[in-house]
């Protein structure tokens, strides 16, 4: 066991700098000026993607330790879960500074005007406690009301991907093919924790692996 969570530290450091390389590569196409007609929205939709699909990684973190007996996999949910408050976050300031124009006042118009930034917004606003409480420190000092806190996850994740399926537009068939799909990985995730199955397939690989 101490060897398996030594090469999960030492790997860490690679599932670090792999969660920086969609950030370096819309920096590169910035550069570049290759982000297409509308670099605005390709620059939104990208960092609001990998913070959905970082939020997805962490809520997978669950069903697949049940499925696979490997409780290892916990120690990476920290960073993943950070890295989706981070694109979230990038999501957020792009929509602010460079769409709005800085006029941030303007936010509360939109949020008032349009469903899809409210339930955004709202999704962001239950990640910076989660985020603010991810060190072990804060772990300690709230015991068990840190569970609590952080089964907000569940409706960040909702949230988060209905703000991604009411944003499109539904006469283009292929654009509003990509939020279903993310919307119904979410809703697998979910319905994973409530059944019986990954937990007893965790028992049974536990079992063999002390037989061994």
Same mark, same amino acid.
């Given at each position: 066991m101490p060897r398996r969570l030594d090469r999960i530290a030492a790997s860490k450091p690679l599932v670090f700098a792999a969660a920086l390389v969609p950030l370096l590569l819309l920096a590169l196409d910035t550069r570049a000026g290759t982000l297409g007609a509308d670099p605005?929205?390709?620059?939104?939709?990208?960092?609001?993607?990998?913070?959905?699909?970082?939020?997805?990684?962490t809520l997978a973190i669950t069903p697949l330790r049940r499925l696979t007996g490997w409780h290892g996999l916990v120690r990476y949910r920290r960073m993943l879960g950070l890295f989706a408050?981070?694109?979230?976050?990038?999501?957020? *300031?792009?929509?602010? +500074? $460079?769409?709005?124009?800085? #006029?941030?006042?303007?936010?509360?118009?939109?949020?008032?005007?349009?469903?899809?930034?409210?339930?955004?917004f709202l999704a962001w606003l239950l990640m910076v406690p989660l985020a603010l409480t991810s060190t072990r420190g804060m772990m300690r000092r709230l015991g068990r009301r840190?569970?609590?806190?952080h089964r907000l996850v569940y409706a960040a994740g909702a949230l988060a991907a209905l703000?991604?399926?009411?944003?499109?537009?539904?006469?283009?068939?292929?654009? *509003?093919?990509?939020? +279903? $799909?993310?919307?119904?990985? #979410?809703?697998?995730?979910?319905l994973a924790r409530l059944g019986p199955w990954p937990r007893a397939r965790s028992k049974a690989v536990a079992a063999k692996g002390e037989q061994g």
């Open positions: 605005v929205a390709t620059l939104e939709h990208a960092t609001g993607l990998w913070a959905l699909r970082f939020l997805l990684a408050f981070f694109y979230a976050s990038l999501h957020l *300031a792009i929509y602010l +500074v $460079v769409d709005l124009g800085g #006029f941030w006042a303007q936010i509360f118009g939109e949020i008032a005007k349009k469903p899809f930034i409210t339930v955004g840190w569970s609590t806190l703000h991604f399926v009411w944003q499109v537009k539904w006469g283009e068939t292929i654009a *509003a093919l990509e939020p +279903v $799909v993310y919307a119904t990985i #979410f809703a697998g995730l979910m």
